[in-house]
């Protein structure tokens, strides 16, 4: 311990405080922090990236008096169920009481990232207001602000660089946000508004691109069309993200010759996406940019035929992500095999969410063949039409590295397509040879024994999501038991009960979260964890059909619909609506 | 979810064919259910499958997508097309082209007399008609399926009286 000490003074603290610059992701942070209280000390003052990836297991006080310095700043808000229309609109995570703490306390903020938070005007006009070095707003998932509060953006951030709106719900007020940024702002270097509905001034775009020499990645709505977006792209051939809106000319047309000609000319275009409508005809366009190409995301591109994607991809021979719609069909995804050997994740999207056409999904053999052709392949989103184990077995020898793999199967109980048997053995081969798995999704029909093996070895597995699977609380045992690096467990509809839910109370102080909903606990065992566990706010949620009378208590034998706990520091939140009881 | 039998339908369980062991706590698969059946009941499930409430608007089922069913004569399986995903009728016939590998249906619309082919649709009234003659979002909204006829096939009547002859065919069927 002397020597410790003595070697300890050695280093002075600047170069502490240098070393600590190279740490850059949180967890070597946290980690550093924990080593001894100088150390802590030091790694909080320094630190300028803080993630939270739950906003209300801390709240705006407590960051601002660890991390004084702090600079930016990611929020994660609701469950990740909430995606699929599980959680209800006004659940919560407002970052509003954020914003106001960071203003009161001169934080110097530059950075914010949000995902499934919300969001209003007024948050974002203050946010707009108080931070002078304001630079990089990303906005996930989000709701709750519309145009109006990104024309206070556009207006007072006189340094931004970036805007990233990625799949929100924002309400168009028929502003001219885009006008907004005055004709000092040439600071621009990413500016994504693809998920907007309205119009936008087409012609104030085109000039704070020209102005902004630094663009490097653009991503247009739909209300762009592809007239504008060709003159536009002769201002910036510097780019190198491209996300089209409107996609839709006369192939013959100068118009999409001009097109292809300016596209030859942006020789870094190296992730492409949009198409947000499209005529399949007027894709040749972008061969010219093809080559280069490492990601390339057609998902929300309906209707391209599945001859059409395979003429696309047949050109993008170095692509490393690929987001596309079941359209492609198992003989499309033939061709990606043979040409993307580079490809590293794959997500397919099922184009026709009510089964009405069912020529247009794909199945096991698709998901094979990409095994087959793609050995670097580590992230999977696959919704399919059938499976097999004898598929997922060859796909667990064909790619061991993966870290994500999730399976969504459009029938949520189909068993193997061959056999009729579950497909237990199918994910245990895939958690078995994928010793770096991190996060799984298992769908299909599934007993416990799935869970058995998934505790067996995935030991690296940090979250988890399980829907209509297994047959008692021996499965949900199985996972808390065997998964020690387990941070976030989602179950929905599975017949895991009070016994599974109460056997381990402590595991949960070392996840971020357990969502639980049309399972089998009921009330009384979520008020028997929340009584034996402090550090755990217990919330259900309480509303439809299931919903009980305020004012009585209800029994402890009623099943509860929806539980959603985690672990805190702050205990219960103060800003939970009616509906959310907090045990 | 509902504990009452109306909400069976809706109800999802798991469960090995013929609902073997497990008792009340394992979930079947809808016993309503009967092939065929399966896609429906998996409408049914509230944020199954599960995409994000952004992306469910955009494509599939989304806003008013419309397929048609096409069909070639000689061709032995009809295609599906999505109107909604072309802007006027040569687009279309592009498309058609394309599905059915086959070329010259646009000259139907310029030159009918001497044209290999007709194209027709089935309008909402059951009738019979042209393509080409209503503006192009008229046609989308009334259609209800067509047909690539090959003049060959007309037997030396004139398209007109061949139209004549479809309809009455219908009439009979639907008695």
């Known amino acids: ?583 | 979810m509902a504990k009452n039998g109306l909400a069976l339908e809706t109800e999802l369980r798991l469960g090995l064919p013929g609902g073997g062991g497990g008792g009340e706590k394992k979930r079947v698969f809808s016993d309503m259910i009967s092939g065929g059946e399966e896609e429906k009941a998996v409408v049914a499930v509230v944020g199954w499958p599960p995409v994000r409430a952004y992306r469910r608007k955009i494509g599939g089922g989304g806003v008013g997508k419309m397929y048609v069913k096409v069909s070639m004569d000689g061709a032995p399986f009809l295609r599906k097309i999505d109107l909604t995903n072309h802007k006027c009728y040569s687009d279309l016939f592009v498309s058609i082209e394309q599905l059915f590998g086959c070329f010259g249906i646009e000259e139907a619309l310029k030159d009918s007399e001497n044209s290999e082919y007709s194209p027709i649709y089935e309008d909402k009234d059951g009738d019979w008609m042209l393509l080409g003659d209503v503006p192009w979002e008229m046609f989308v909204d009334s259609c209800k399926r067509m047909r690539i006829m090959k003049r060959s096939d007309a037997n030396g009547l004139q398209a007109i009286d061949l139209l004549k002859e479809l309809g009455k065919k219908d009439d009979r069927s639907e008695n």
């Open chain 1, 1 to 583: 311990m002397c020597l410790f000490r003595d070697m300890m003074s050695y280093f002075p603290e600047e170069v502490l405080e240098h070393v600590f610059d190279f740490l850059t992701s949180h967890r070597d942070r946290n980690a550093v922090s924990l080593v001894c209280k100088s150390w802590y000390s030091l790694e909080r003052f320094s630190r300028e990236k803080v993630f939270i990836g739950n906003c209300y297991a801390v709240n705006p006080e407590r960051l601002i008096a660890r991390f004084p310095r702090v600079r930016s700043l990611t929020l994660k808000g609701k469950p990740h169920f909430a995606d699929f229309n599980l959680v209800p609109h006004d659940w919560g995570g407002d970052v509003y009481p954020w914003i106001e703490a960071m203003t009161k306390n001169g934080i110097n903020l530059e950075e914010l990232r949000l995902k499934r938070m919300l969001v209003s005007d007024e948050s974002l006009e203050l946010l707009a207001k108080s931070f002078p070095n304001f630079k990089s707003l990303v906005l996930v998932s989000c709701e709750g602000f519309t145009t109006d509060g990104l024309a206070a953006i556009a207006s007072n951030c006189r340094f931004l660089r970036e805007l990233d709106l990625q799949e929100n719900e924002v309400d168009d007020r028929k502003g001219h946000w885009l006008s907004c940024f005055p004709d000092s702002c040439t600071s621009l270097v990413s500016l994504n508004f693809a998920c907007l509905k309205g119009e936008v001034n087409v012609a104030a775009l085109e000039r704070l691109v020209a102005r902004c020499h630094n663009l490097r990645s653009l991503r247009v709505n739909h209300a762009v069309p592809l007239e504008a977006l060709q003159k536009i792209l002769v201002k910036a051939p510097q780019i190198n993200d491209l996300g089209t809106g409107s996609f839709v000319h006369d192939p013959d047309s100068e118009t999409s010759k001009k097109m292809k000609n300016t596209l030859e000319n942006c020789k870094s275009v190296r992730s492409l996406s949009g198409f947000l409508d499209v005529n399949p005809h007027c894709l040749p366009a972008v061969y010219p940019i093809c080559t280069d190409l490492t990601s390339l995301n057609l998902s929300y591109a309906p209707g391209i035929y599945s001859n059409e994607l395979i003429k696309l991809i047949c050109h993008c021979k170095k692509l490393e992500r690929l987001w596309i719609l079941d359209t492609i069909g198992d003989k499309g995804l033939g061709a990606v095999a043979s040409t993307c050997k580079e490809l590293q994740e794959l997500r397919v999207f099922p184009s026709d969410l009510y089964g009405a056409d069912n020529a247009a999904a794909v199945t096991e053999e698709g998901l094979v063949s990409i095994s087959a052709g793609c050995p670097k392949l580590n992230s999977l989103l696959y919704f399919c039409q059938q499976m097999t184990n004898a598929a997922l077995i060859t796909v667990a020898k064909n790619c061991p590295n993966f870290i994500r793999f999730r399976l969504c199967t459009l029938n949520p109980v189909i068993p193997d397509a061959v056999t009729n048997l579950p497909l237990d053995e199918g994910f245990g081969a895939i958690v078995q040879s994928c010793k770096g798995l991190k996060r799984l999704s298992v769908s299909g029909r599934l007993t416990d024994q799935v869970f058995l093996y998934i505790g067996m070895y995935a030991e690296q597995l940090e979250m988890l999501s399980i829907a209509f699977a297994g047959d008692s609380d021996k499965g949900m045992l199985y996972v808390l038991n065997g998964c020690k690096k387990l941070k976030k467990l989602e179950i929905r509809d599975s017949p895991f009960g009070n016994a599974a839910l109460l056997s381990d109370m402590g595991k949960y102080e070392t996840m971020r979260s357990l969502w639980m909903s049309s399972c089998e606990v009921t009330y009384g065992a979520c008020k028997t964890l929340a009584e034996k566990m402090p550090t755990l706010n217990v919330e259900i949620i309480n509303e439809g059909e299931d919903q009980v009378e305020a004012s009585s208590s209800p029994d402890a034998r009623h099943r509860v619909e929806k539980m959603y706990l985690y672990r805190t520091l702050v205990g219960p939140r103060r800003d939970a609506p009616d509906f959310v009881w907090t045990l």
